[in-house]
């Protein structure tokens, strides 16, 4: 062997809060297997609790250093920049929330291997049975959703998408009511995402036939130097966008959204809902970034063809929709369509990517703490067979509840982007960029920009109709004699609600507090 040749090192200062997270959750497996059934409750809740909030200390005391890598970390493969700094913190936030309303008594099934109605099921409920093993699961899952967008290489993007999704298979399945319903949607979500999976293996091994490399700079220098383009390229191109447009609901991949955001836990369709969306148009914006920076004029045309559709898909089919849950599955499309048009707008110079990625950054932060919070709501309105999800039952619900009603009216219209909420201020940003970049000299694509922002207020407009619709209905409808019960809410979910209606509220009023934050994180842009 030759000793000359130094021996790799893994950075694991800068790897911290991901090995963070991953150690906890090995934790978590061995206290499945070994600790009394009686004492595992109390050792996973602060152990997940603690882990998130120390792997996000350690996010914000390598922000706080200056101490932002320039180069990838783990012999190339992780590259945690400004950018994915920022995606770690708000996953961590939203993770921990989400973790609080994971610890609500009553979400999840007291035995997943009994019947439905059977008497083993309620032999477990009556023992107090309880899969203690969502929290290990939740932790893997986070720590993917940490991998996934920070990835340098597509084959470590595709461990990163393989641990965030697998665990949330499981989790979507272990409802305690309706459990037809969420077994349904977790077979579902599986099927969908294990074709979106090969998907994008299959075209990263595609891509790696034409590069001879899976590093995303490596992909971007062999395209340089290519004087045509070449179809096996094309073709994994394409490919690798199925997967990534599938994880984050982008149409026409979109069909698996509503059921599984209906069958799943509430606390576990909070967590998809923000931390997988977060984490998956991080992913989006570092292939197409990194990888695919020579390739602008060739996938820009297509990218706007599927914000268009999402945006207006999300938009128009959540008019139809009579259940809670449903509406906001499609309302998270139309947002996924939004944030695309600011992956639209990263092209051109360094200065005019800084301000699209700042508007991303700034997005994602705000709308998914918000989502938290309405699906923290949700879980509180109760019919005896579970949680209300008919709109119809929803009604005079600000009559019998004014401040929860409240609360999640201002939800609401921080979805539909209403002056002096979190929401105005991040469709903002992100049309304001879109704007912008449809000025830079030399772009064809500027009057294209303008049409895609013209789209997106329309939407805009569209969904503010179906959200304006469930706050008349609970204010200016009767309340039903025999209407769903308002839960008495414990500390976590108060506190989650209360921390989601304080961002959106202070984020509206002031939104530098966070536009500044992202504008530092977007500066430094991605490791190429």
């Not at 040749?5 to 206290?31: D, K, R």
């Not at 200065?351 to 508007?359: F, P, T």
């Not at 309405?374 to 019919?383: H, N």
Request: aromatic share 10%; with cysteine; net charge neutral.
């Amino acid at each position: 062997m030759n000793s000359s040749i130094p021996a790799p090192t893994i950075e694991y200062g800068t790897l911290a809060p991901l090995l963070v997270v991953f150690g906890a959750a090995v934790i978590g497996v061995l206290v499945e297997a070994f600790a009394p059934r009686y004492l595992r409750k109390s050792i996973h809740v602060p152990l997940t609790l603690l882990s998130l909030f120390g792997a996000f200390m350690l996010v914000l005391v390598q922000v706080l250093r200056g101490n932002v890598p320039t180069a990838p970390v783990a012999m190339g493969a992780v590259a945690v920049d400004g950018p994915a700094l920022f995606i770690w913190g708000v996953i961590l936030v939203l993770s921990f929330v989400c973790v609080l309303l994971i610890n609500d008594e009553g979400h999840f099934v007291a035995s997943a291997a009994a019947v439905p109605g059977s008497a083993d099921e309620e032999e477990a409920e009556t023992q107090g049975g309880g899969h203690t093993e969502v929290y290990p699961l939740v932790l893997f899952a986070v720590g993917g959703m940490l991998l996934f967008p920070a990835s340098h290489d597509l084959l470590t993007m595709f461990v990163g998408l393989e641990v965030m999704s697998l665990p949330l298979y499981l989790l979507c399945g272990l409802a305690r009511r309706r459990r037809l319903l969420s077994q349904e949607a977790s077979m579902k979500y599986f099927l969908l995402g294990a074709f979106s999976s090969a998907f994008f293996l299959y075209g990263t091994a595609m891509v790696y036939g034409f590069a001879g490399t899976v590093s995303l700079p490596g992909i971007n220098e062999a395209m340089a130097k290519s004087a045509s383009l070449d179809p096996i390229l094309m073709l994994g191109l394409a490919l690798l966008g199925v997967g990534l447009l599938f994880k984050i609901g982008a149409a026409p991949f979109q069909a698996w959204k509503p059921d599984v955001y209906q069958g799943a836990p509430t606390p576990i369709t909070a967590l998809m809902a923000s931390g997988t969306l977060v984490a998956a148009v991080g992913a989006v914006l570092r292939v197409f970034w990194v990888g695919l920076g020579n390739l602008d004029w060739n996938w820009r045309p297509i990218i706007w063809g599927v914000a268009a559709l999402t945006m207006i898909v999300g938009s128009i089919l959540a008019i139809t929709q009579t259940e809670i849950k449903r509406m906001l599955a499609y309302s998270s499309i139309a947002h996924a369509g939004f944030l695309l048009v600011g992956v639209m707008a990263t092209f051109g110079s360094a200065e005019q990517n800084a301000v699209s990625l700042k508007a991303i950054l700034f997005y994602l932060a705000v709308y998914g703490i918000t989502t938290v919070g309405a699906f923290a709501v949700v879980t509180l309105i109760r019919d005896p067979g579970g949680e209300a999800g008919h709109l119809s039952r929803w009604a005079g619900l600000g009559k019998r509840a004014p401040v929860l009603a409240g609360v999640f009216a201002f939800f609401l219209l921080a979805f539909a982007g209403i002056p002096m909420t979190s929401g105005f201020f991040g469709k903002y940003a992100v049309f304001a960029a879109a704007l912008s970049s449809g000025t830079q000299p030399g772009d064809s694509m500027g009057g294209w920009m303008a049409g895609l922002v013209v789209v997106g207020v329309v939407a805009s407009a569209i969904a503010a109709f179906f959200y304006v619709r469930v706050i008349v209905l609970m204010f200016f409808s009767e309340p039903a004699a025999d209407g769903p019960a308002i839960a008495v809410p414990t500390m976590g979910t108060v506190a989650v609600i209360a921390v989601s209606l304080l961002v959106t509220v202070g984020v509206g009023l002031y939104p530098e507090s966070v536009l500044g934050v992202a504008n530092d994180a977007a500066r430094s842009l991605f490791i190429r």
